[in-house]
């Protein structure tokens, strides 16, 4: 079977010897995703056309005019839409739904002639922080089955960590790329919104979704930003930015100046192991002679609450048009509009969905706008000048990606606000807009992931991963 390489360089450096071919690497994925189909991290695998793909890929490698991201096979996350494939959000609504279209990073991904091998599993429409909200069941993480992959991008990472493909796609709206990619020990990161394209992206949050990659390594993490990045006339929200050869400016950095939120090591919420983590990470920092200084951040209880308003107001919105009459599922028991409308969305949405179309109708009602959604804006923009100011002072801010490592599968929680607590760290970012990673930082004592995160100025991916290929080498 094929092994697990920690970059494409040394793919590209095997294929250049003649050692591997592309076809060879994914004939061995396809072997390792059958032997590893407990972990449910596949929807769906594209055999016969990752197979068709990989022989051109080898041809163009032959002639000396394969693309950058020749001898990459990637999976993506099944809310990512790729013509002529099924995508489904991992939900029953969208049974039997077929791409028209591909999305852009699809496109820019295939352009560049990386292997596209399968259709990940993931939370429902991005819903949740554990993968368990998904129709087709849980993604099992690969180093303890009994423990979660994370959420919402879990299929995406545990791929990537099993060996079953050697990078993937995710989306990250409040932490769905770098908190899986903690929980799985690799590298997960968010670029600042609006630097990729979300067209062709089954939305969760139009103000929050951004596509991220789970890799190995910082330089993949480059390398895939690089191509994905940039103008697309068919998002507005972009930024109008040129985008940098990332992959090829990764270079030491100078001493910094980095912030770690105190209340990650006052908290008693956080996990022993995790603060003790974070303690070693920040000594190691000290030593190497950059600045390290705890903060304040006076809004912290204010980041779940203000987050889970505004995404949930945004689902309720873009979640209503899976009615049961344009595609997908339709209730055999309808009757007539009104009951195919109810019917169908009650029987095709999973329970979180429908709890979070609900709260968020809520919030958009008459008489509870202005308390709890224009509210909300307002705590956003807060949130937002206050950590653009600690971002003024300091290069970066430390934090752990979540507040514990992967928990069991099936830990039922009586309330699910204390599930939504464990995106505490992560939510500053996507309320901001602010680009951030989340990398492996070793285990804890039971050897399960512990990840720690960086959080840096928008547009200025550049430094976060020069920093982030540095902070890996500590």
Do not use: W
Request: net charge neutral.
């Amino acid at each position: 079977m094929v092994k697990s390489y920690a970059s494409l360089i040394e793919i590209k450096n095997e294929i250049k010897k003649g050692e591997i071919t592309v076809e060879g690497l994914v004939r061995g994925y396809l072997k390792k995703i059958s032997a590893n189909a407990h972990l449910n991290a596949f929807n769906e695998v594209f055999e016969q056309d990752a197979l068709v793909c990989a022989q051109k890929v080898d041809s163009k490698i032959k002639q000396g005019i394969a693309g950058k991201l020749a001898g990459m096979v990637i999976a993506i996350k099944d809310n990512i839409c790729y013509k002529g494939h099924k995508a489904s959000a991992s939900s029953k609504i969208l049974t039997g739904f077929t791409s028209v279209y591909s999305s852009t990073v699809v496109e820019r991904l295939i352009a560049e002639d990386a292997v596209i091998i399968g259709r990940c599993n993931c939370d429902e429409f991005a819903m949740g922080a554990s993968n368990e909200t998904s129709f087709f069941g849980p993604v099992k993480n690969h180093v303890d089955n009994t423990r979660v992959s994370g959420g919402s991008s879990g299929g995406s990472a545990v791929a990537v960590q099993a060996g079953l493909c050697h990078a993937a796609l995710g989306t990250d709206t409040g932490g769905s790329v770098r908190q899986p990619a903690s929980f799985c020990g690799l590298v997960g990161l968010k670029p600042t919104y609006g630097r990729i394209s979300r067209h062709g992206i089954i939305a969760y949050a139009s103000s929050f979704d951004q596509v991220g990659s789970i890799t190995r390594s910082v330089e993949d993490a480059a390398l895939l930003l690089e191509v994905m990045a940039g103008p697309d006339e068919y998002d507005s929200t972009l930024a109008d930015i040129g985008v940098p050869s990332y992959s090829n400016n990764i270079h030491p950095p100078s001493p910094k100046k980095i912030a770690y939120l105190q209340e990650s090591l006052s908290s008693p919420g956080v996990d022993s192991e995790v603060k003790a983590n974070l303690i070693k990470y920040i000594e190691k920092l000290r030593a190497e002679g950059h600045i390290v200084k705890p903060i304040a951040f006076e809004y912290l209880d204010y980041l779940v609450p203000a987050y889970y308003i505004l995404a949930m107001a945004e689902a309720s919105s873009n979640l209503s048009r899976y009615d049961g009459v344009h595609y997908g599922y339709r209730s055999p028991a309808s009757t007539d509009l009104i009951s195919t409308y109810k019917r169908s969305r009650s029987e095709g949405f999973g329970k979180e969905v429908k709890r979070r179309i609900m709260l968020g109708t809520f919030v958009l009602s008459a008489g509870y706008y202005d308390a709890y959604y224009a509210k909300a804006q307002k705590v956003r923009r807060l949130i937002r000048e206050k950590t653009d100011a600690i971002l003024k002072e300091y290069d970066f801010i430390l934090v752990p990606t979540a507040p514990e490592p992967a928990f069991q599968i099936g830990k039922v929680e009586k309330d699910p606000v204390v599930t939504y607590l464990s995106d505490i760290f992560t939510v500053q970012a996507s309320l901001t807009g602010a680009p951030a990673i989340s990398l492996p930082a070793g285990n804890n004592s039971k050897g399960l992931p512990l990840g720690l995160q960086l959080i840096t100025r928008h547009f200025e991916e550049q430094e976060l991963l020069n920093f982030s290929k540095y902070f890996l080498e500590l």
